[in-house]
């Protein structure tokens, strides 16, 4: 039986794929085969790379690319093509926002945050379906969300917004984009990066906040690219429009520590 999840000959671009969840992303594809592409404002230090199933070292391919400018979107899409002729799976990935009280934060900013986590990945979707449908074998769009998209989201109100405008956009886009292309969500929970520290604190704080998740623990990148694997597979040949919660059964509701105590 052929193995449904050998990415060998496909071309894959992940946005932000150079640190944290997205190096996880693009490490899981590396591993089954495929041509990564990664893009950001700056190159990483170290590309992502990983040893595949034939033991060879698969190592990603960087173009600077800022997903908010269009004319950077463009010639994005058009060097990887250029490059490898053709592309099967968009995962966009790159997003994100720091902490800002919603009462006091400027216009400028919030819209600045609702074009990284909304309108560039729209953009990017649009982009790659006009290249997806061209090809015989069609494509796959995933859109990686969070759980800010589904409860309150203090802090970061934009963010969850956007976040929340891009689960509707993948379930809209799996409609008019069908049979082609099929376009998915992954909402993820609490991941552990290299940033963790940054909003968790030390390595007790850390545990101390995965002891509140059923599982016991945080995601790791790689937990999300093992979902982007099979969505983008044989295996989810059927999926699309769905989005796959990642969260280690979520968070348990505030008031039962209440009532426990």
């Known amino acids: 039986m052929n193995n449904p999840l050998d990415f060998s000959g496909k071309v894959v671009l992940v946005t932000g794929g150079g640190k944290g969840v997205g190096k996880g992303i693009s490490e899981r594809y590396l591993e089954q085969g495929a041509s990564v592409v990664i893009c ?23 173009f600077s690319c800022d997903v908010r ?23 966009n990935n790159a ?3 720091p902490h800002a009280d919603a009462a006091t934060v400027s216009p400028r900013f919030s819209e600045s945050i609702l074009r990284l986590n909304l309108i560039a990945p729209l953009n990017l979707c649009q982009k790659a379906n006009a290249v997806m449908q061209k090809q015989a074998e069609g494509g796959n769009i995933i859109n990686i969300c969070s759980v800010s998209a589904k409860r309150p989201s203090p802090g ?12 509707n956009l993948s379930q809209s886009l799996a409609v008019e984009w069908a049979p082609k292309v099929r376009v998915n969500a992954v909402t993820a929970g609490l991941i552990r990066t290299e940033q963790s520290h940054l909003h968790y604190g030390d390595e007790e704080g850390i545990s ?10 945080m995601a790791n990148t790689s937990d999300i690219g093992d979902t982007c694997l099979y969505l983008a597979s044989p295996l989810a040949s059927y999926v699309s429009g769905a989005d796959i919660t990642v969260h280690g059964g979520g968070e348990k509701p505030a008031f039962l520590n209440t009532s426990d105590n």
């Open 40 to 62: 950001g404002r700056r190159e990483p230090e170290e590309l992502p790379a990983a040893k595949d199933q034939n033991g060879n070292i698969n190592t990603a391919t960087f």
């Open 208 to 217: 101390n906040v995965a002891k509140t998740i059923p599982l016991q623990r």
């Open 156 to 167: 970061t109100a934009a963010y969850g917004a956007a976040k929340a405008g891009l689960l």
């Open 69 to 91: 400018d269009l004319e950077q979107v463009d010639t994005l899409i058009h060097s990887t093509i250029e490059q490898f002729g053709r592309l099967d799976v968009l995962v």
């Open 95 to 97: 997003g994100g926002a």
